[in-house]
């Protein structure tokens, strides 16, 4: 196991409503990403936290907002839900000196 | 055009053989190279690094072509625990991660 965590495992949504996605990293990792994978993609990298600030961001609308807490735990948000929002949400941890990362085991969206 | 890109397969191979997966990437700056393997519904899982000098690991060999934006994942004496789908992912920058869209391997007895 990686030590990474997220919760819910699950959650059901229906479209116009938020979601708030949990991840804690793993210990002695200071950075977590976030990916949305659709069902027979690969991940897509929705943004990245650095010591409690946005350190990148891929092509997603502003509906997607994060937090980092001083723990280096995260937050993903999500706004005004869409159909086409539901994925299964990674986050993934790694330290600043180390490029690998490290993946949770992931909460499956699904909106109605 | 994206920034990774795969061959979705399937591949479905017998015991025993040997297998190849390439991917190509988009953008030169591109700084480090991974493959991921990611079983059905499960989180993806590093497999290896990939270095220019091409590495090796138990049965898998990466390698890397700068030149050409390729990089590929051989696996011999395939078992029937290597069904999954293999992620190629480019880092660039930042640890932005891109990833592939996987290839799909069954290894069949």
């Known amino acids: 196991e990686t030590g990474v965590t997220q919760s819910p495992t699950h959650l059901i949504k229906t479209r116009g409503q938020q979601v708030t996605l949990r991840c804690s990293s793993q210990?002695?990792?200071?950075?977590v990403s976030w990916y949305q994978q659709a069902l027979g993609q690969g991940p897509q990298f929705i943004f990245q936290?650095?010591?409690?600030?946005?350190?990148g961001r891929g092509n997603f609308p502003p509906r997607f907002s994060g937090l980092q807490f001083p723990n280096y735990s995260s937050e993903l948000n999500v706004n005004a839900l869409e159909l086409d929002d539901s994925a299964l949400y990674l986050c993934?941890?790694?330290?600043?000196?180390?490029?690998?990362?490290?993946f949770g085991p992931g909460t499956r969206l699904l909106v109605l | 055009r994206k920034e990774v890109e795969q061959d979705p397969g399937p591949f479905n191979v017998p015991e025993g053989a040997t297998v190849a997966f390439n991917c190509t990437y988009s953008?030169?700056?591109?700084?480090?190279f991974f493959w991921y393997r990611q079983d059905c519904r499960k989180e993806p899982k590093l497999l290896m690094s990939?270095?220019?000098s091409g590495n090796e690991d138990g049965r898998f060999t990466a390698q890397l072509n700068r030149a050409s934006q390729y990089i590929s994942l051989l696996i011999r004496d395939s078992k029937l625990s290597d069904s999954a789908t293999y992620l190629c992912?480019?880092?660039?920058?930042?640890?932005?991660?891109?990833f592939g869209t996987g290839t799909s391997l069954t290894v069949i007895p």
């Open positions: 993934a941890s790694s330290t600043s000196l180390q490029e690998t990362q490290y």
């Open positions: 210990s002695g990792h200071n950075t």
């Open positions: 936290y650095y010591r409690e600030e946005e350190n």
């Open positions: 953008n030169s700056a591109s700084q480090s």
């Open positions: 990939v270095y220019s």
């Open positions: 992912v480019v880092n660039r920058a930042g640890n932005q991660f891109y």
